[in-house]
């Protein structure tokens, strides 16, 4: 995200962006400590490192992580993000925006702010959504509210830190990510005279060789990502409803970052007879072995994680 950041909006916007979230994160997690009692920490993620178990090779094990969880967690969210900035670029003339005094300002900083705090966007596919808008008109600081909030929060996850944490930890983390937003991007709209970022979305017309070759190898990568989901998801076996089962897969959707695989494997290991939980983020598979499964009761515990499992 932040060498995305550096490529659409300049340097200087990458490292205030990185400096925002590290501010804000370690200010949230303070008034939590100081706010909230001392809770009792989640049992340790016993899938953490599945795949070092599953090689005994670690460059292997650094190429699958690479690709099977890191990048399939992004790769068709960066696709709609480009395409989302590719229709904003073409319908909004260039500067329209900085014509309208609702996009401008405290105001605009707090529509964005209404408008991302809802919506899940993902952190690499904001960036050249952001882009696309600033080139438009919108000042800076407004398009970083909109990078810090909306990658930040979303139903689902309100809705789970809710059920996990309570209602005050919901209140600073929600607190704390408008707060923080909104006075972080009005310090960014200070700092720069004319409240713009240095876009540089047209920048790179002749690129060096080692960059087409990279663009090449990571659209390859994302096709065979594409292509490997929809081949698992046709040879996934049908799964009885009601049969009790010693190995059952589920399709889960809503998954979208490795803290999203926590939630899940936590929901299920926290079952009377699941003995192991294998998710693969990219296809949104979770595998699950046990004694006497029964696909209902592990959906509606990853329904309560706030996700939803669905049938093929």
């Known amino acids: 995200s932040v060498l995305v950041s550096a490529a659409f909006l300049g340097w200087p916007f990458a490292i205030f962006k990185l400096a925002a979230a590290f501010v804000s994160g370690v200010i949230g997690g303070s008034l939590v400590d100081r706010l ?23 460059l292997v094990a650094v190429f699958r992580y690479a690709i099977f969880d890191i990048l399939a967690a992004i790769d068709l969210w960066l ?16 500067d329209y925006l900085q014509g309208l005094a609702w996009t401008q300002g405290l105001g605009g ?25 600033i080139a438009a008109g919108m000042p800076a600081g407004t398009a970083l509210v909109f990078l810090m909030a909306g990658p930040a929060t979303n139903v689902a996850t309100i809705g789970a ?8 930890v919901l209140g ?32 790179h ?5 080692w960059e087409t070759a990279s ?5 390859g990568l994302m096709a065979f990502l594409i292509g490997r989901r929809g081949w698992q998801r046709l040879a996934a076996k049908p799964v009885s409803l009601t049969n009790a089962e010693r190995d059952l897969t589920l399709h889960v959707e809503g998954m979208t970052c490795q803290h999203c695989v926590t939630n899940v494997r936590r929901a299920l290991q926290s079952l009377n007879g699941v003995e192991q939980v294998a998710v693969d983020l990219g296809s949104g598979t979770v595998r699950v072995r046990g004694g006497r499964l029964r696909r209902e009761e592990l959906a509606g515990a990853v329904s309560g994680a706030g996700y939803r499992v669905v049938d093929l």
């Open 109 to 133: 900083m707090l529509l964005v702010l209404a408008i991302s705090l809802p919506l899940y966007v993902c952190t690499t596919s904001s960036v050249p959504i952001a882009a696309s808008l």
């Open 205 to 209: 017309e002749t690129g060096a060789w």
């Open 172 to 203: 600073l983390y929600l607190g704390t990510v408008i707060v923080a937003s909104v006075s972080l991007g009005m310090t960014f709209d200070f700092l720069l005279d004319d409240g713009r970022a240095d876009v540089v979305l047209h920048a």
């Open 161 to 168: 830190v809710y059920r996990a944490l309570g209602a005050r």
């Open 36 to 58: 909230t009692g001392n809770e009792e920490a989640g049992r340790a993620d016993s899938g953490r490192y599945e795949h070092w178990r599953s090689t005994n090779s670690r």
């Open 215 to 219: 663009a090449l190898l990571l659209l």
């Open 79 to 94: 696709i709609v993000g480009v395409l989302l900035a590719a229709a904003v670029t073409t319908a909004i003339p260039a």
